[in-house]
């Protein structure tokens, strides 16, 4: 089972990015899917979670209204579009799965973790 997210990168205050994270060994339809970032020096944190069954997404607060999780359960992808980046959002983002409909923001919850993929935004 692997989880690979992509798509980090060097981006501007005020860009936009879009992260994947590619499941293999599993179908994402069973499980559900969230996004971690974690800066230097701080805590993992959670950025949005989406459950592949209905498509019920939350996000965190720091997010709402720039960030949006979606899925293709097809592809056994998920995707995270990020816009009006800002140097705050400088971190390295995760995907993670667990066997669950309605996950959380809460990293303790996730049994499966990619690894991660950098996203620099530069003021």
């Known amino acids: 089972v692997q989880l690979q997210a992509s798509g980090g990168g060097l981006v501007q205050a005020g860009g936009s990015l879009r992260l994947s994270c590619a499941a293999s060994g599993i179908g994402l339809d069973y499980y559900g899917i969230g996004w971690f970032r974690q800066a230097p020096g701080k805590e993992r944190e959670g950025v949005a979670w989406?459950?592949?069954?209905?498509?019920?997404?939350d996000y965190a607060n720091s997010v709402k209204g720039r960030f949006t999780i979606s899925s293709d359960v097809a592809k056994n992808t998920v995707f995270l579009r990020m816009t009006s980046l800002s140097p705050e959002d400088t971190a390295v983002y995760y995907c993670?799965?667990?066997?669950?409909?309605?996950?959380?923001?809460?990293?303790?919850?996730?049994?499966?973790w990619g690894k991660g993929t950098l996203v620099t935004v530069s003021s």
């Open positions: 993670a799965a667990v066997r669950s409909y309605y996950p959380s923001l809460g990293a303790h919850e996730y049994d499966i």
């Open positions: 989406i459950s592949t069954n209905d498509g019920r997404r």
